[in-house]
């Protein structure tokens, strides 16, 4: 079999298991990401689009996708309608697949390369990076960050191909911010395979500089973000105390890689445990680890396509390590490129354990169809936001996130008691996030508890000082309380704060109408109504002028 043979088969199971996702929906993030989004619809232009932060800027603006937004936008071209936005990336797992198998040949051989792809086409963690719209940051990121090493083997034979790496490494920093990492992919590959060290640096030297590139104009659309916040769990630990923490959290990501039986709709706290002392989950974690160290030392002569795999699974897993802030303990979808490199080291090692032919067919069968089937049975969790809901409360039941939502869910019925119960234990699992104690304010503020809402309030603006929620609901707080000057001050800053988000603008003008300062409110229309949506700004023209 030739390696292009191998790519196909391997991209067309990819697609095949994917292809059940098409009748998904738009699933929690991918509403406000995408099927919220009015700039992708109707992006204005070029800059404005590539101007734009990944998550709304409501939601604290402090990642930077400018290839998965431009994605979306040409897909609404085309349609609007959740199908074909899977159809795409049932397109995108195929294309990343077929790439992976073709550059795990030219590492590999075609046969450990075909084990490689058809297992790294099936595997059940994959499933949450295709199944929701957004997951496809990661489909382009892998596809892009493959093509750009298959560019750099072949540089030492023609330079021109530096031209591909530098193009390939464009799109794959623009999709997600892993690919980073690639640079250092480029080293690893080609020292490996005993190529010059100045093509080798020349290589990887050219996959940096638009990641170089990226950073620097990230700090623009971004102003001061160079990374996420930390998870939730980690909030207030240093450098040396979150790497301890995060190497007893591993041992999650081993079982998925390896033992994908149980999958989860998330991993926070209280579902996961941070854990900061010597626990056995750390012991043995610390032994995985350095024992596959040690395959890699031995293996780096005789099957050096086994050093590549793991020191590929460690190259990508750091930018989800939390060594540098990323705002996730754990998640599915992070492990899609991190896996191609343990199953390059497995496929590795069944060659070259030489075992007969028909064993080793039907052991990769049997593992490929086991983990199709478990994808396939996976994917209808993340139909909509019901099946989601449904898997999350299943999966994670004592997870801050699925406190949070059930909550909600309570005060929503008129149960007011057990809502309370639920949002103060998602807080107490998660202190640093601030949506629980942004959510019980506006139930405590809906009920007239002014002063409960007002410490919620204060306490979750410090927590992340990009969103501007809080700030839009403080001032009815402080009016509720009777604070009419507190209240105008504070809708003054929220102003100067979020000038351009709506919400704050509404809240600004509901608070100085209130106040009866009447000449305030109708500049303020004058100078802003524009932000508020078009639905209501006539309601709000006419509260603005019967202010007299």
Same mark, same amino acid.
């Given at each position: 079999?030739?390696?292009?043979?191998?790519?196909?088969?391997?991209?067309?199971?990819?697609?095949?298991?994917?292809?059940?996702?098409?009748?998904?929906?738009?699933?929690?993030?991918?509403?406000?990401?995408?099927?919220?989004?009015?700039?992708?619809?109707?992006?204005?232009?070029?800059?404005?689009?590539?101007?734009?932060?990944?998550?709304?800027?409501?939601?604290?603006?402090?990642?930077?996708?400018?290839?998965?937004?431009?994605?979306?936008?040409?897909?609404?071209?085309?349609?609007?309608?959740?199908?074909?936005?899977?159809?795409?990336?049932?397109?995108?797992?195929?294309?990343?697949?077929?790439?992976?198998?073709?550059?795990?040949?030219?590492?590999?051989?075609?046969?450990?390369?075909?084990?490689?792809?058809?297992?790294?086409?099936?595997?059940?963690?994959?499933?949450?990076?295709?199944?929701?719209?957004?997951?496809?940051?990661?489909?382009?990121?892998?596809?892009?960050?493959?093509?750009?090493?298959?560019?750099?083997?072949?540089?030492?034979?023609?330079?021109?191909?530096?031209?591909?790496?530098?193009?390939?490494?464009?799109?794959?920093?623009?999709?997600?911010?892993?690919?980073?990492?690639?640079?250092?992919?480029?080293?690893?590959?080609?020292?490996?395979?005993?190529?010059?060290?100045?093509?080798?640096?020349?290589?990887?030297?050219?996959?940096?500089?638009?990641?170089?590139?990226?950073?620097?104009?990230?700090?623009?659309?971004?102003?001061?973000?160079?990374?996420?916040?930390?998870?939730?769990?980690?909030?207030?630990?240093?450098?040396?105390?979150?790497?301890?923490?995060?190497?007893?959290?591993?041992?999650?990501?081993?079982?998925?890689?390896?033992?994908?039986?149980?999958?989860?709709?998330?991993?926070?706290?209280?579902?996961?445990?941070?854990?900061?002392?010597?626990?056995?989950?750390?012991?043995?974690?610390?032994?995985?680890?350095?024992?596959?160290?040690?395959?890699?030392?031995?293996?780096?002569?005789?099957?050096?396509?086994?050093?590549?795999?793991?020191?590929?699974?460690?190259?990508?897993?750091?930018?989800?390590?939390?060594?540098?802030?990323?705002?996730?303990?754990?998640?599915?979808?992070?492990?899609?490129?991190?896996?191609?490199?343990?199953?390059?080291?497995?496929?590795?090692?069944?060659? %070259? /354990? &030489?075992? *007969?032919?028909?064993?080793? +067919?039907? =052991?990769? !069968? #049997?593992?490929?169809?086991?983990? @199709?089937? $478990?994808?396939?049975?996976?994917?209808?969790?993340?139909?909509?936001?019901?099946?989601?809901?449904?898997?999350?409360?299943?999966?994670?039941?004592?997870?801050?996130?699925?406190?949070?939502?059930?909550?909600?869910?309570?005060?929503?019925?008129?149960?007011?008691?057990?809502?309370?119960?639920?949002?103060?234990?998602?807080?107490?699992?998660?202190?640093?996030?601030?949506?629980?104690?942004?959510?019980?304010?506006?139930?405590?503020?809906?009920?007239?508890?002014?002063?409960?809402?007002?410490?919620?309030?204060?306490?979750?603006?410090?927590?992340?000082?990009?969103?501007?929620?809080?700030?839009?609901?403080?001032?009815?707080?402080?009016?509720?309380?009777?604070?009419?000057?507190?209240?105008?001050?504070?809708?003054?800053?929220? %102003? /100067? &704060?979020? *000038?351009?988000?709506?919400? +704050?603008? =509404?809240? !600004? #003008?509901?608070?100085?109408?209130? @106040?009866? $300062?009447?000449?305030?409110?109708?500049?303020?229309?004058?100078?802003?109504?524009?932000?508020?949506?078009?639905?209501?700004?006539?309601?709000?023209?006419?509260?603005?002028?019967?202010?007299?």
């Amino acid at each position: 079999m030739r390696p292009i043979h191998a790519a196909l088969a391997a991209a067309a199971l990819a697609a095949a298991v994917a292809l059940p996702s098409v009748r998904n929906g738009f699933v929690e993030d991918d509403r406000w990401i995408v099927a919220q989004r009015p700039i992708l619809r109707h992006p204005g232009s070029f800059h404005t689009l590539i101007a734009e932060p990944y998550w709304p800027r409501a939601f604290g603006a402090s990642l930077w996708r400018p290839v998965a937004l431009a994605s979306f936008a040409l897909d609404y071209r085309v349609s609007e309608r959740p199908a074909w936005f899977h159809a795409v990336n049932v397109l995108w797992a195929a294309a990343a697949a077929g790439a992976l198998t073709l550059l795990a040949c030219s590492i590999a051989g075609t046969g450990a390369g075909l084990i490689t792809g058809l297992l790294f086409a099936s595997h059940p963690v994959h499933v949450e990076a295709f199944a929701g719209v957004v997951g496809r940051a990661e489909l382009i990121a892998a596809f892009c960050y493959a093509v750009a090493l298959l560019c750099a083997l072949r540089v030492p034979g023609n330079r021109w191909w530096l031209l591909g790496v530098a193009a390939a490494a464009a799109f794959a920093i623009g999709a997600k911010e892993h690919a980073a990492t690639l640079p250092a992919a480029v080293l690893l590959l080609l020292a490996a395979r005993r190529v010059s060290w100045t093509s080798a640096l020349s290589a990887a030297a050219v996959a940096a500089m638009p990641v170089a590139l990226y950073f620097a104009l990230r700090s623009s659309v971004i102003p001061g973000a160079l990374a996420g916040g930390l998870a939730p769990g980690l909030e207030g630990l240093t450098l040396p105390a979150r790497a301890w923490a995060m190497l007893g959290i591993s041992l999650e990501w081993w079982r998925l890689l390896l033992f994908p039986a149980h999958l989860s709709a998330d991993y926070s706290p209280a579902q996961v445990v941070v854990a900061t002392g010597l626990t056995p989950r750390h012991l043995f974690a610390a032994l995985l680890w350095l024992g596959a160290l040690w395959a890699a030392w031995r293996a780096r002569r005789v099957a050096p396509a086994v050093t590549i795999g793991l020191g590929w699974l460690v190259l990508t897993l750091l930018p989800v390590a939390n060594l540098v802030p990323t705002e996730i303990l754990v998640a599915e979808r992070t492990l899609y490129l991190p896996s191609w490199g343990l199953l390059l080291a497995i496929g590795s090692a069944v060659m %070259l /354990a &030489r075992l *007969p032919p028909r064993i080793t +067919v039907l =052991a990769v !069968a #049997l593992v490929a169809g086991l983990f @199709a089937g $478990r994808s396939i049975a996976r994917i209808p969790a993340w139909r909509d936001d019901e099946h989601w809901y449904a898997a999350l409360q299943h999966d994670a039941p004592r997870s801050y996130r699925t406190l949070w939502m059930q909550g909600t869910d309570e005060f929503a019925a008129g149960r007011w008691g057990s809502g309370e119960r639920l949002l103060h234990a998602a807080i107490a699992a998660a202190p640093g996030i601030p949506g629980p104690r942004e959510d019980l304010a506006h139930f405590y503020a809906t009920a007239g508890l002014w002063a409960q809402a007002e410490a919620e309030l204060r306490a979750a603006i410090p927590l992340n000082a990009t969103r501007p929620r809080p700030w839009a609901m403080l001032p009815g707080v402080l009016l509720g309380r009777g604070d009419t000057a507190a209240a105008v001050a504070t809708a003054g800053q929220a %102003l /100067a &704060r979020f *000038p351009a988000d709506g919400d +704050v603008t =509404a809240s !600004a #003008l509901a608070t100085l109408v209130a @106040a009866h $300062r009447c000449a305030a409110a109708d500049s303020l229309f004058r100078s802003r109504g524009g932000q508020i949506p078009a639905g209501v700004r006539p309601a709000w023209q006419a509260r603005v002028s019967a202010c007299r």
